[in-house]
Nanobody, 122 residues
């Protein structure tokens, strides 16, 4: 089994910064993609940023230039540096690990973290 533990959310003023971290633990052989999604009240969950094991990244247009995703493959950890935060960034942020291979298990699976609240106040 795999656990994703997120940290770093909280309350910040408009224009401020936060750094989210997500560490995956378990009998993990490899993880294809790690990323961040968010869901605001009354809205669908949306992709924010993803990072592949090969180093490629993709960041949503709505946060491009303000958010940066990075990943430490050795630690199975992904980070999201969020700068110039706006009220529209207020949401629950979820960590995702996709294409996870486990020791002794065939195939790949996807996992989600429990979510961390980010609130940006004006």
């Amino acid at each position: 089994q795999v656990q994703l533990v997120e940290s770093g959310g909280g309350l910040v003023q408009t224009g401020g910064s936060l750094r989210l971290s997500c560490a995956a633990s378990g009998t993990i052989l490899s993880i294809n993609t790690m990323g961040w999604y968010r869901q605001a009240p009354g809205k669908q969950r949306e992709e924010v940023a993803i990072a592949t094991s090969g180093g490629s990244t993709n960041v949503a247009d709505s946060v491009k230039g303000r958010f940066t995703i990075s990943r430490d493959n050795a630690k199975n950890t992904v980070y999201l540096q969020m700068n110039s935060l706006k009220s529209d960034d207020t949401a629950v942020y979820y960590c995702n690990a996709a294409g996870v291979r486990l020791i002794g298990v065939a195939g790949r699976s996807n996992y989600w973290g429990q979510g961390t609240q980010v609130t940006v106040s004006s």
